[in-house]
Antibody, heavy 121, light 107 residues
Framework: QVQLVESGGGVVQPGGSLRLSCAAS????????MHWVRQAPGKGLEWVSF????????YYADSVKGRFTISRDNSKNALYLQMNSLRAEDTAVYYC??????????????WGQGTLVTVSS | IVMTQSPATLSVSPGERATLSCRAS??????LAWYQQKPGQAPRLLIY???TRATGIPARFSGSGSGTEFTLTISSLQSEDFAVYYC??????????FGGGTKVEIK
């Protein structure tokens, strides 16, 4: 059973920074693309970012491009999201999610429990 | 690609059939997934490829459609099925996009 555990959320002031982590286990982490997906309080789901299994390709939603950076350390089975210049509208639960086994498809076959980021003064 | 789900809320009695719709602003072929989310929980993958059930998903959940029109059907609602359901396209990205969700509530 795939396990994804996010951490690093908290309260941060507008303009501040935060780094989220996702610890992966019970699957071969280095073989799968990984995503961050967020959900503002009471709202729907929004895809944030994707990183290929070897870290060679990264993609971002327009809403976070230039402010957020996705990375991974396959030796530690860990996924990261560095969030800079945070805004109130970045307030959300952030989930890490795993790509399916099929290399060319991009949906989310496993999810972590999420970590809450609150941007407020 | 904009994904539109309807209705926003669906009131159904236990044991009844529920039919949820998802429309894409342009063709996504069969590159569509459905997720279920219960309060305070992460989403769970139900369907991918428009009609293939994910591992462990009961047979009462079925998906259909292709192109721009998709349907998730729950044949006989159980108490544990009352939740919010999201569709997501993965044919043309970035970005990967979700519908706004349909809340299935007890009638």
């Amino acid at each position: 059973q795939v396990q994804l555990v996010e951490s690093g959320g908290g309260v941060v002031q507008p303009g501040g920074s935060l780094r989220l982590s996702c610890a992966a286990s019970r699957f071969t982490f280095s073989s799968f693309g990984m995503h961050w997906v967020r959900q503002a309080p009471g709202k729907g789901l929004e895809w944030v970012s994707f990183i290929r299994s070897d870290g060679s390709d990264k993609y971002y939603a327009d809403s976070v491009k230039g402010r957020f950076t996705i990375s991974r350390d396959n030796s530690k089975n860990a996924l990261y999201l560095q969030m800079n210049s945070l805004r109130a509208e970045d307030t959300a639960v952030y989930y890490c999610a795993k790509d399916p086994p099929t290399v060319t498809t991009r949906y989310f076959d496993s999810w972590g429990q999420g970590t809450l980021v609150t941007v407020s003064s | 690609i904009v994904m539109t789900q309807s209705p926003a809320t669906l009131s159904v009695s236990p044991g009844e059939r529920a039919t949820l719709s998802c429309r894409a602003s342009q063709s996504v072929s069969s590159n569509l997934a459905w997720y279920q989310q219960k309060p305070g929980q992460a989403p769970r993958l139900l369907i991918y490829g428009a009609s293939t059930r994910a591992t462990g998903i009961p047979a009462r959940f079925s998906g259909s459609g292709s192109g721009t029109e998709f349907t998730l059907t729950i044949s006989s609602l159980q108490s544990e099925d009352f939740a919010v359901y999201y569709c997501q396209q993965y044919t043309n990205w970035p970005p990967l996009t979700f519908g706004g969700g349909t809340k299935v509530e007890i009638k």
